[in-house]
């Protein structure tokens, strides 16, 4: 089947720290990845997304990369700010057009 | 582009009373979901059409619960009664379905649902 499994946060980093925050997941077929983006009151954003392996999604400072051979899209970024404080979804779409999402990581990040 | 728009962002009800919400999908999106999302369970799928049809609605909660898609530019959802535990955060979320699933969703801001 399909599922998308990522850490338990939350997640305190300091101003300027790296941050990754891991993402496997388990899929038939040739999935799309997507990482989403929850502000406080808002609705989920897409961040970034790869659709094949190898490739690297980025956006705002963010990367991605679709690694097939150990299943996993973990997100980087080289140096947080406090604006990037928010929930993290790690998503995976297959045929058919099903979206499974990860449990979200709740990242604060303190001046 | 507007986005997706869900009406209303906020709504507060007794238990027992009908709860209607609505939801405008991207102009040319052919795919409409609608989820929930609870401290307690996170973010649930409920239902999901494809060109008005609804696929799968397996995780609608029960009878009480019911989603219509009359047109491509409209949805609602249903609460018959509504009870306190059906209080969530209910998000509209829609994309351009392909057989490829490499089209991203793209969600409204919700709707936050309280059951007094």
């Known amino acids: 089947g399909n599922s998308v499994t990522q850490m338990e946060g939350p997640v305190t980093l300091s101003e300027e720290a790296f941050l990754t925050i891991n993402c496997t997941y388990t899929?038939?077929?040739?999935?799309?990845l997507f990482w989403y983006v929850q502000y406080p009151g808002e609705g989920l954003q897409l961040l970034l997304k790869?659709?094949?392996?190898?490739d690297k999604g980025s956006n705002k400072g963010f990367e991605a990369t679709y690694r097939k051979e150990t299943t996993s899209f973990h997100l980087e970024k080289g140096s947080v700010q406090v604006s990037d404080s928010a929930v993290y979804f790690c998503a995976l779409s297959n045929t058919g057009n099903q979206f499974y999402f990860g449990t979200g990581t709740s990242l604060t990040v303190i001046p | 582009d507007a986005g997706v728009i869900q009406s209303p962002r906020h709504e507060v009800t007794e238990m027992g009373q009908e709860v209607t919400l609505r939801c405008k999908p991207i102009s040319g999106h052919n795919s409409l979901f609608w989820y929930r999302q609870t401290m307690m369970r996170g973010l649930e799928l409920l239902i999901y059409?494809?060109?008005?049809?609804?696929?799968?609605d397996s995780g609608m909660p029960e009878d009480r619960f019911s989603a219509k898609m009359p047109n491509a530019s409209f949805s609602t959802l249903k609460i018959q009664p509504s009870e306190p535990r059906d209080s969530a955060v209910y998000f509209c979320a829609s994309s351009f379905g392909g057989n490829q699933g490499n089209s991203p969703l793209h969600f409204g801001n919700g709707t936050r649902l309280t059951v007094t």
């Open positions: 899929a038939t077929g040739y999935p799309s």
């Open positions: 059409f494809n060109n008005n049809v609804p696929i799968d």
């Open positions: 790869a659709t094949k392996a190898d």
